[in-house]
């Protein structure tokens, strides 16, 4: 299956997921059987499922096909090559490409000489002045393949100018660009672009990165700190020609082969197979020879054989635009196509579908509560009703007294409820504190000063281990004070739930260990900026603020997230508190009604009981329907919309002659 056609069967599932998430919501909230913590949870997850976001980021050196790759792969059906990548003609700077209903069609680009300025680049995303724009025809694949070319374009700098825009380096003086007779080098004339068309699989979430050379990778610390390290699969992609060379394996080393268990799948794509395919070998000697390439690049790279893909993406575009089956068997495109859809589209719908399940359990745990409440006042009512059967007025009228009696009581007892939620909040104020962006700040104190300071830096691998060491130690504290808090609301809940009927449940604690690992990421594809290969580029103030802010903007994002779980879970606990009381007011206010239609017509009394049975069974019709629907729901989303791939390592083709919630009880 083809990696185009398994991303639109994945976007129409999570449509399908997404409806019937918001029809099964509706339906509770016309019963009265959601509350506002799972109410806000759903709809988050339903917008997840709507909007989702899918990163596949391209990293290669210069001349290694990444663009033709992009073109084979997403834009054959234009009909011709969308991305440049003619002789000559190559992405020079990285672009990404995406779709945003509420902007035009256009390619934004920023200017390189942004570089000397402080701002990060997702500063500058919220400067759209600062941007040149170019409008876009998506109709017209010539027009739209003309402006993205501009994406190719260099600037004549000198070599002092190429030094401050991280272009240039004396200490490696093999990776600087070739020094022109007029003295001048070629350096990007753009910092960063950004694409916004309609293409179909944009539309539908993919987001596609195309990151080129290792000055533009090593030069930008948010590429790696951010956008290449949430992925959710880089394609690192060599030349069949030259194998692995002391650039690829510098990027390799460097910002790939560090991922951690947190971030997406490393692909690895040996490229123009089609240079092997010799007319005066034969297919199996042509085939011997492209396994021993995919052998000796994979030893370089530390990975099991398989681990490279070889595919010719030049030949596999033509195969594609001509419809030339043999071709495209030959290039192998299909398979790097299903080891995409694998690795990304079913690990996706794998999160997305834990996701469901944790929600829809959320949603019967909160349903739970509220229909055993009814179910516990309408038996009471019963209860009452029954004992009313042969008795006289004057107890008709003790019972009304009774219930006013404890309703009074009820009421007076809000002041011990809200006693509870004081020291909750108060509690609850010292882990937002700790979470909060003030406390971050102070936490990175040091860590700024020391990037920030002039020259070469010392110390600062310490500095660094230090404070993600207190980092780590925040996470632990926050988690420490929720455990605290759950220790004291536990004891409460019980009281009340043995009081006044009540069925509280305590939320689970958020976990900390994603967040933990998220640290750990960051921690990891930041450490390589700290080596001895960067002692010079870490000297100049422009490189270390920038460093400062993507390990700010990365941090607070964790952060954020973290302090987002804690506000959820404060919700969740007190929302049903409130959800309860508020069906306990009406409890009373049901009671006293039927003894008053009682007092006025005694006839009414079996009548009553009869209706009070009625409506019990119309609670056990709500539970069987909402059984139904999230079951189904669940079922829905636990079915793939891709049909079980088969082996990645297919036969060899032939070479053409010519190229979880806790109750308290």
Not at 122 to 130: L, T, V
């Amino acid at each position: 299956m083809s990696f185009n056609h398994a991303f639109e069967q994945h976007g129409a599932w999570r449509r399908e997921s997404a409806t019937r998430l918001k029809h099964l919501s509706q339906w509770m909230m016309e019963h009265d059987l959601l509350d506002a913590a799972v109410q806000e949870r759903l709809g988050a997850l339903e917008s997840q499922l709507r909007s989702d976001k899918v990163m596949v980021a391209f990293v290669a050196e210069f001349s290694r096909g990444k663009s033709e790759l992009i073109n084979a792969i997403f834009f054959a059906g234009y009909g011709r090559r969308i991305m440049p990548a003619s002789a000559g003609r190559t992405t020079m700077c990285p672009t990404e490409l995406g779709y945003d209903a509420a902007i035009v069609p256009c390619l934004r680009l920023l200017p390189i000489e942004t570089r000397r300025q402080p701002q990060s680049l997702m500063d500058w995303r919220s400067a759209p002045e600062k941007w040149q724009q170019v409008d876009l025809d998506v109709n017209d694949p010539a027009q739209l393949a003309q402006a993205l070319e501009k994406v190719a374009d260099v600037s004549l700098v000198t070599p002092d100018e190429a030094l401050a825009l991280g272009f240039w380096n004396d200490s490696q003086p093999q990776d600087n660009p070739p020094l022109r007779p007029d003295g001048l080098v070629e350096v990007p004339r753009w910092r960063h672009a950004l694409i916004n068309i309609a293409h179909p699989l944009l539309k539908q979430g993919l987001v596609i990165l195309d990151t080129p050379g290792l000055n533009a990778v090593g030069a930008e610390p948010e590429l790696t700190i951010s956008l290449i390290a949430q992925a959710h699969a880089v394609v690192f992609i060599l030349a069949a020609d030259t194998g692995v060379t002391k650039s690829d394996l510098a990027i390799w080393r460097e910002h790939l082969a560090t991922a951690g268990d947190g971030q997406g799948t490393r692909l690895v794509v040996l490229n123009k197979i089609d240079t092997l395919w010799d007319a005066l070998s034969t297919p199996a000697q042509v085939l011997a020879q492209i396994d021993r390439q995919k052998s000796t690049s994979a030893e370089l790279l530390g990975l099991p054989d398989a681990s490279v893909i070889a595919v010719s993406a030049q030949k596999g575009l033509v195969a594609k635009v001509k419809g030339d089956a043999a071709l495209l068997q030959a290039s192998q495109l299909s398979v790097l196509e299903q080891a995409l859809s694998e690795s990304v589209m079913a690990q996706r719908q794998s999160i997305l579908h834990a996701a469901v399940v944790v929600g829809v359990g959320e949603l019967n745990s909160a349903a739970a509560r509220l229909l055993q409440v009814r179910r516990r006042d309408l038996a009471e009512q019963k209860m009452e009703l029954g004992s009313l059967k042969g008795k006289n007025v004057t107890a008709i009228q003790q019972m009304r007294l009774r219930i006013e009696r404890e309703k009074a009581e009820f009421s007076a007892s809000g002041a011990r409820i809200h006693a509870v939620r004081s020291v909750h909040q108060d509690q609850l104020r010292d882990v937002l504190a700790l979470l909060g962006v003030p406390a971050l700040k102070v936490e990175l104190t040091e860590l700024t000063t020391a990037l920030r300071q002039p020259g070469i830096k010392l110390r600062l691998k310490k500095t660094y281990g230090e404070t993600f060491a207190q980092l780590r130690q925040t996470l632990h504290r926050a988690g420490q004070l929720m455990a605290g808090i759950q220790a004291m609301l536990e004891p409460s809940f019980r009281q009340l739930n043995t009081e006044f009927g009540f069925s509280l449940q305590l939320p689970a604690l958020p976990d900390i260990t994603r967040h933990l690992q998220d640290l750990q990421q960051i921690e990891h594809s930041h450490l390589q900026y700290l080596g001895l290969g960067h002692v010079l580029r870490l000297a100049q103030a422009e490189f270390s603020s920038q460093l400062v802010r993507a390990l700010g903007h990365r941090l607070r994002q964790v952060y954020a997230l973290a302090l987002d779980e804690v506000e959820l879970w404060n919700k969740t606990a007190s929302s049903q508190l409130d959800a309860q009381v508020r069906e306990r007011r009406h409890s009373f206010a049901r009671r006293l009604q039927a003894v008053e239609r009682i007092e006025q017509a005694s006839s009414g009394l079996d009548e009553r009981i009869a209706e009070l049975a009625y409506q019990e069974a119309g609670l056990q019709k709500l539970q069987s329907r909402l059984a139904e629907l999230t079951s189904g729901l669940v079922a829905a989303s636990a079915t793939s919309s891709m049909s079980n791939p088969a082996a990645l390592s297919p036969a060899p083709a032939a070479v053409p002659a010519s190229p979880g919630v806790r109750e308290v009880v």
